[in-house]
């Protein structure tokens, strides 16, 4: 633009004390601030802890239904591995029978 020296206003002696005023102002304000920021943060973290429990129960509670679904899925397995086998057997006990007359 121009040289500073013929500038409107001229802030170089000014700026040193204007600049510590806002410094200080900007403390006071942080300092009034900080507790509301301390229980924001604070709480952020409560509802994220929630929310991971809430998640981690979902996870368990799929992870037992998973578990007692394959309990029941080999259990009915095995119910008709025996049943054919016992069926089986039968067949052979009556044609056995049959035979010996």
Do not use: C, W
Request: hydrophobic share 40%; charged share 30%.
């Amino acid at each position: 633009m121009g040289d500073p020296k013929y500038s409107l206003i001229n802030l170089g002696d000014l700026s040193k004390p204007a600049n510590t005023l806002i410094k200080k102002i900007s403390a006071a304000i942080g300092g009034l601030y900080k507790p509301f920021q301390i229980r924001r943060v604070a709480q952020a973290e409560a509802d994220a802890d929630k929310i991971q429990a809430a998640a981690q129960i979902e996870i368990t509670k799929l992870q037992h239904r998973a578990i007692s679904r394959l309990f029941a899925e080999e259990a009915k397995k095995q119910h008709n591995i025996r049943g054919s086998q016992l069926s089986r057997q039968i067949l052979e006990a009556n044609s056995e029978s049959r035979r010996e007359p």
